[in-house]
């Protein structure tokens, strides 16, 4: 554990255990969010490959039209 995870955890233990367990919910949601990005992504590579060679395409047989931010 890191110096600094552990200091984090030194301040939650001296909450109340109310508040300890709200932290302690958004740290596992945090974690499982990230781990279902992970996932996702990972299997989404060919997808997200396809999709690129495909604009990149689009743009090279001139079928793109330049995005004018000041004018959405």
Do not use: C, H
Not at 3 to 22: G, P, R, T
Not at 45 to 52: F, I, N
């Amino acid at each position: 554990m890191t110096q600094l995870l552990q200091e984090a955890f030194e301040k939650v233990a001296k909450l109340s255990l109310e508040e300890q367990d709200a932290i302690a919910q958004w740290i596992l949601a945090e974690l499982a969010s990230e781990r279902k990005w992970d996932e996702d992504f990972a299997s989404s590579a060919d997808l997200l490959d396809r999709l690129a060679s495909e604009a990149i395409d689009d743009y090279a047989q001139g079928r793109t039209t330049p995005i004018r931010p000041n004018k959405l």
